[in-house]
């Protein structure tokens, strides 16, 4: 069974940083691709980046190229998602998600709840 815990969202005010931690487990966290996704009240998902196995090739959402960063930790089975100068538009939840999840594809990833997790919320306020 596929397990993804996210961790690490809060309040924050805007221009400020905030690093989400997502732990997999129950496949092969090595040989799998990581998506990080959000979903703001009312809308649908949005995809926000995603990564390689390996961590070696990266792709961002035009909004939050630049200010984002995804990495992965294969020993620690765990992805992260640095966002720095957050600003108001990026309040979701925000989900990790097995998988090279794109623009094109994420309304797909809706139908298949097992391969997200539970989500952490980031509220971007002043």
């Known amino acids: 069974e596929i397990q993804l815990v996210e961790s690490g969202g809060g309040l924050v005010q805007p221009g400020g940083s905030l690093r989400l931690s997502c732990t997999a487990s129950g496949f092969s966290f090595r040989t799998s691709a990581m998506s990080w996704v959000r979903q703001a009240p009312g809308k649908e998902l949005e995809w926000v980046a995603n990564i390689s196995p390996g961590g070696g090739a990266v792709s961002y959402a035009d909004s939050v190229r630049g200010r984002f960063t995804i990495s992965k930790h294969n020993a620690k089975d765990t992805v992260y998602l640095q966002m720095n100068n957050l600003q108001t538009e990026d309040t979701a939840m925000y989900y990790c998600?097995?998988?090279?999840?794109?623009?094109?594809?994420?309304?797909?990833?809706?139908?298949?709840?097992?391969?997200w997790g539970q989500g952490t919320q980031v509220t971007v306020s002043s």
């Open positions: 998600a097995k998988g090279a999840w794109t623009i094109g594809t994420v309304q797909g990833l809706s139908a298949q709840r097992a391969l």
